[in-house]
């Protein structure tokens, strides 16, 4: 063989190497399962006796604790608050859902023509929504410590106040007396804030001789309705709030599982966020724990936030107060799913701390159940969970593999779910796909807070953006 023959079959070896190469066939491919699959002991799903700290959590200057209501964690009483089934919990969650929906169709009619840095402590509760996460936060002067939700789909923050002119529901703390603080105030019924609350609560404001009286009523047919008045509000002992609008409720009834209040995280002028906008600057962030057993936290400020957040923008056609993201795919075990991004086009999402279980459009949620039934065969299929219709025995299974699932929001952004966020375990013997579908494509899509367990969070209102970052707890 002549030296050109042997060039030209070595530039032949090399051409279709570097052709194999690019279509990856001669190159050892990482380990699929590593890449796009989670394994996990069954025994995870037991409830824990250990209280677990956030690592993250503590190392945060002035930081406190999140803390699931039921977990060791906990400092509520048994007594005080009664764990409630999962069917309860998701019965309260459905009502949500319909209570949102019911929102944005009001708003869509009516516009349809002719800085620094705070840590609060969060814990995961029973309420509005069965599924919520509260902080405690200190109001008045002398401060009192009070336990409140906090909800990124409310705007007005509120506790329950003496004497209690009508009614007050059981909770651990004891109830806010204003008369006792010497930094109290109500407002008058001709105010600017006063006129505001028909925005933060879909109600129009009333008075009571000429002090300003709110009224706010959920899914559930819970209700907080009092005075509306003006007080100072301490996050941490180096994070003060001056003249912090907020309801002093008189009247209050519901499924409120022992918390004082709620604390409303939405984009309204009167939520904390906006309040507290030259302090903060807009900006908050919260990881919610993998565990009852695990804690989190909420933080307001820039500060809070990690280097590695990728950030998604947020779509304001879901009205003023809640915030919208783009949702543009979904992937199961590395696959993209066949889903036209009209389909997310037509129902919108919003993200929300206070809905448990992630809502999708019928056809998308048909596609992902489809995808990860295809890849759990040899797992054996049990009886159906209220809303989630796609649930397993792993009873003598120690160890499961399942699929990863991630979703590819706007600005090219993907965020995998841990794997805590995929499936939701009423004991071994019936763990279910966490995800439930819509009545309709049309519907508003929810990306509910048992996908967002230890992601770090982060809401930055003024440029218009989310951002999510992974290992947000640890």
């Avoid at 995961?124 to 902080?135: M, P």
Wanted: glycine share 10%; charged share 15%; with cysteine.
């Amino acid at each position: 063989m002549t030296p050109t023959s042997n060039s030209f079959i070595l530039f032949l070896s090399c051409s279709l190497f570097f052709f194999a190469l690019a279509r990856n066939e001669f190159v050892h491919k990482p380990n699929e399962k590593a890449l796009h699959y989670h394994n996990l002991q069954t025994s995870s799903f037991l409830p824990s006796s250990t209280c677990i700290l956030s690592a993250k959590g503590n190392k945060k200057i002035g930081s406190l604790e999140v803390v699931h209501k039921h977990g060791p964690c906990s400092t509520f009483s048994e007594d005080m608050v009664k764990p409630l089934t999962v069917e309860e919990i998701f019965t309260h969650d459905q009502s949500r859902v319909d209570s949102i929906r019911a929102r944005l169709t009001i708003k869509k009619a009516e516009t349809e023509p002719l800085g620094s840095k705070a840590t609060l402590p969060a814990k995961s509760g029973s309420t509005i929504g069965s599924g919520n996460y509260i902080v405690t936060v200190g109001l008045g002067t002398p401060k009192k410590d009070l336990s409140v939700i906090f909800d990124t789909g409310s705007d007005l923050t509120w506790t329950q106040c003496q004497p209690c002119a009508r009614s007050c529901y059981s909770q651990q703390d004891p109830i806010f007396a204003p008369s006792a603080s010497a930094t109290y105030s109500n407002i008058s019924c001709t105010s600017t804030e006063c006129a505001g609350l028909t925005s933060a609560t879909g109600n129009t404001p009333s008075c009571s001789s000429t002090t300003c009286v709110y009224g706010i009523q959920y899914g559930d047919q819970s209700f907080s309705v009092g005075f509306f008045g003006k007080e100072k509000l301490t996050l941490t002992s180096k994070d003060i709030v001056d003249d912090f609008y907020f309801g002093c409720g008189q009247n209050n009834q519901g499924l409120f599982g022992g918390a004082a209040g709620l604390l409303g995280l939405g984009r309204d002028k009167l939520s904390i966020v906006s309040q507290t906008a030259a302090q903060y600057g807009k900006v908050f962030s919260y990881c919610l724990p993998s565990r009852s057993s695990a804690t989190g936290y909420l933080t307001f400020g820039k500060s809070g936030a990690s280097n590695n957040v990728k950030y998604t923008p947020i779509s304001s056609s879901q009205g003023s107060s809640f915030y919208g993201l783009n949702l543009l795919s979904i992937y199961v075990g590395g696959a993209k799913l066949a889903i036209s991004p009209t389909v997310f086009q037509s129902s919108g999402m919003i993200i929300d701390s206070g809905t448990v279980i992630t809502r999708l459009p019928p056809t998308a949620y048909s596609a992902l159940r489809k995808a990860f039934r295809a890849q759990m065969t040899k797992y054996t299929l049990t009886k159906a969970l209220s809303i989630l219709d796609t649930c397993y025995d792993f009873t003598n299974t120690p160890t499961i593999t399942i699929p990863k699932i991630s979703m590819l929001w706007g600005g090219n952004v993907l965020v995998d779910t841990a794997s805590s966020g995929i499936l939701y375990a009423n004991g071994i013997s019936q763990v279910c796909l966490a995800y439930a579908p819509n009545g309709d494509d049309s519907d508003i899509a929810i990306f509910g807070n048992t996908q967002q367990k230890t992601l770090q969070v982060v809401y930055d209102v003024n440029a218009g953006k989310v951002g999510f970052a992974q290992g947000g707890c640890a």
